[in-house]
C-alpha cells in the first residue's frame, strides 16, 4: 500500500573500494596510447603510400622517356635521358642511396 508523504527508505550505493580509485584515470591512460599508437601508424603508413607512389612515378617517367631512344641508342643517350628525368623528378642518381 502506498502512503502519501511517507518516503521509502533506499539502500546506499555501493562505492567500489578505496583501492580502486584511480582505475578510470588508469584505463584512460592506457587507451590513449593505444588510440595515439593507431593514429601514429595510418599516419605513416599514408606518408609510405605517398612515397613509394611518387618514387614509382619518378622511376616510369624516367624509363618511358629514355626508351624513346633505345632503338638505336647512339652515344648513350637513352640512358643520359633517363637519368636527367629522374633527377628532374627530384631522384639524382647516386645521392641519398637513388641508384
Request: charged fraction near 15%; charge should be positive.
Amino acid at each position: 500500500m502506498f502512503v502519501i508523504g511517507h518516503s521509502r527508505r533506499r539502500a546506499p550505493v555501493r562505492r567500489g573500494h578505496e583501492s580502486e580509485g584511480g582505475f578510470i584515470l588508469v584505463w584512460f591512460g592506457l587507451m590513449l596510447i593505444a588510440l595515439l599508437s593507431i593514429t601514429a601508424l595510418a599516419v605513416e603508413s599514408n606518408h609510405w603510400a605517398h612515397e613509394s607512389r611518387r618514387v614509382q612515378k619518378a622511376a616510369d617517367a624516367a624509363a618511358l622517356g629514355g626508351s624513346v631512344f633505345m632503338p638505336q641508342n647512339l652515344g648513350n643517350i637513352a640512358y643520359t635521358t633517363a637519368r636527367t628525368l629522374a633527377t628532374e623528378n627530384g631522384f639524382t642518381d647516386g645521392v641519398n642511396g637513388v641508384s
